[in-house]
């Protein structure tokens, strides 16, 4: 059975005394989701340490939202798995649009990169999805596929037991308007048969799919009761614990 996930992305939100805040109110919080549904947190790096401690116990996970695509050297402002590790990081999101679109992150540097978070022990959100142009081109399918195909069949069938994808299309994010559930759920079968293709049924069925784009208390229910969406990570709803809970408890 694949594992329900909420991750909450802070994006370059919060300062280290808002986040350990943030951070206090969703590990309380967090008793009241079931057992079954796990809970990811991922703030601005100069709060992971800060956060991680407000987190102690409460079973919520500590994600980064990128990494280094080089282990160690003559990076400047880069952050390295070894590094996330050490400050107690269990995941990293990768490829999340913003890093494709602002900050030129290649299919080709996201291999590298997956490459070092599972070697370095972190599990990896890998974030796909359509832009608006490609999405009214009817290339949605076939962009998602690409995505995953660039950077995931590189990897093992055991390499993507720690692997989670999130399917955000570009549009919905931080706009307000949310994929419908039928829109988003063609899309996550979609992504697990392209899984099948290379890895077999099984580890299909076994990968966490969540969606993103504007995913908010009021419609987590019926986005989460789609047969292929797994969870879903969570931006601008993600910074109110509150909100963020509602979510998790919409299985
Ligand atoms: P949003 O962001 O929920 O604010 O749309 C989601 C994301 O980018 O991960």
Request: charged residues 25%.
């Amino acid at each position: 059975m694949r594992k329900k996930i909420v991750a909450g992305n802070w994006k370059m939100n919060t300062t280290k005394p808002d986040g350990v805040e943030l951070a206090k109110a969703v590990a309380a919080g967090a008793s009241k989701v079931p057992a079954g549904v796990g809970l990811i947190v991922a703030p601005p790096f100069t709060h992971l340490c800060a956060v991680g401690k407000a987190l102690a116990g409460s079973g919520v996970e500590l994600s980064a939202q990128n990494c280094a695509d080089h282990e160690k050297g003559a990076y400047t402002g880069e952050v390295s798995v070894d590094m996330l590790k050490a400050v107690g990081c269990q995941w990293t999101i990768l490829g999340h649009s913003e890093r494709r679109q602002y900050y030129g992150e290649t299919d080709e540097k996201l291999v590298e990169k997956v490459r070092l978070a599972l070697a370095g022990g972190l599990g990896v959100i890998l974030c796909v999805g359509e832009n608006l142009e490609e999405r009214e081109a009817g290339k949605h399918f076939d962009v998602c596929s690409a995505q995953v195909k660039n950077v995931l069949y590189n990897f093992t069938a055991e390499d993507m037991k720690k692997v989670v994808i999130a399917y955000e299309p570009v549009w919905a994010i931080g706009t307000g308007k949310t994929a419908t559930a039928e829109q988003a759920e063609e899309i996550h079968a979609h992504i697990r048969k392209v899984l099948a293709d290379k890895f077999g049924a099984e580890v299909a069925d076994d990968t966490t799919i969540l969606y993103g784009g504007s995913c908010k208390p009021s419609n987590a229910k019926e986005l989460f009761a789609q047969p292929d969406i797994d969870g879903g990570l969570i931006g601008g709803a993600a910074l109110k614990a509150d909100d963020f809970i509602q979510i998790a408890l919409s299985f």
